[in-house]
Nanobody, 122 residues
Framework: QLQLVESGGSLVQPGSSLRLSCAASGRTFSSAALGWFRQAPGLGREFVASISWSGGNTSYADSVKGRFTISRDNAKNMVYLQMNNLKTDDTAVYYC???????????????WGQGTQVTVSS
């Protein structure tokens, strides 16, 4: 069992940077794959990035590649999403998720946080 709590969402201007954090509790964190998803109003949940249990394998949506970086610290039970050069299209609720393989589909993740709002607006 894993419990996930996101933080770091905010209102920022286009071109800004923001780092989201996800704190996990549970003994299996270090063996779980982690992902970030986002959901804008009226749209479905969209894959953003994933990372393997070791951190050695990462994957990104084309829309964020080169701007976002996912990382994890297994000693602290934390996963991060560094977001640079934010665009208005990045506005969404961002969710942290945990599963057993670094997949790109929400159904492959078993545990979810409550989400944190990121708003990019001038």
């Amino acid at each position: 069992q894993l419990q996930l709590v996101e933080s770091g969402g905010s209102l920022v201007q286009p071109g800004s940077s923001l780092r989201l954090s996800c704190a996990a509790s549970g003994r299996t964190f270090s063996s779980a794959a982690l992902g970030w998803f986002r959901q804008a109003p009226g749209l479905g949940r969209e894959f953003v990035a994933s990372i393997s249990w070791s951190g050695g394998n990462t994957s990104y949506a084309d829309s964020v590649k080169g701007r976002f970086t996912i990382s994890r610290d297994n000693a602290k039970n934390m996963v991060y999403l560094q977001m640079n050069n934010l665009k208005t299209d990045d506005t969404a609720v961002y969710y942290c998720a945990a599963g057993w393989s670094p997949a790109k589909f929400a159904v492959d993740y078993d545990f979810w946080g409550q989400g944190t709002q990121v708003t990019v607006s001038s």
